[in-house]
Nanobody, 128 residues
Framework: QVQLVESGGGLVQDGDSLRLSCTAS????????MGWFRQTPGKERAFVAA?????????YYSDSVKGRFNISRDNAKNTVYLQMNSLRPEDTAVYYC????????????????????WGQGTQVTVSS
């Protein structure tokens, strides 16, 4: 079991930047990927970005954040970051990090059903 804790959310203005962090603890040796999802009231949790590092090193982004957000990992700290630039009001959501229960790559890493461990979420609010 992997425990995930997000931090870094907050209230910012249109065009600002924020960096979210997700620190993993527990059975991190079995972890090889991490994803970020976001959710707004009344909507499904949606894929934002993912990073894989054990079997293949890759990053994946949703079309809505590609070019603005960057996902990265600090091995020594067991932490994955989501650097969010040029934030827009439509980026307002609760952001969750998640670790998959099995191998994922490509399209699979975008599917929330493969993720079995979730953090508690951190609120990001972008004002216009």
């Amino acid at each position: 079991q992997v425990q995930l804790v997000e931090s870094g959310g907050g209230l910012v203005q249109d065009g600002d930047s924020l960096r979210l962090s997700c620190t993993a603890s527990g059975r991190t040796s079995s972890n090889f990927a991490m994803g970020w999802f976001r959710q707004t009231p009344g909507k499904e949790r949606a894929f934002v970005a993912a990073i894989t590092w054990r079997y293949n090193r890759a990053t994946y982004y949703s079309d809505s954040v590609k070019g603005r957000f960057n996902i990265s990992r600090d091995n020594a700290k067991n932490t994955v970051y989501l650097q969010m630039n040029s934030l827009r009001p439509e980026d307002t959501a609760v952001y969750y990090c998640a670790a998959p229960g099995g191998f994922c790559s490509g399209v699979g890493c975008r599917d929330k059903r493969v993720y079995t461990n979730w953090g508690q979420g951190t609120q990001v609010t972008v004002s216009s």
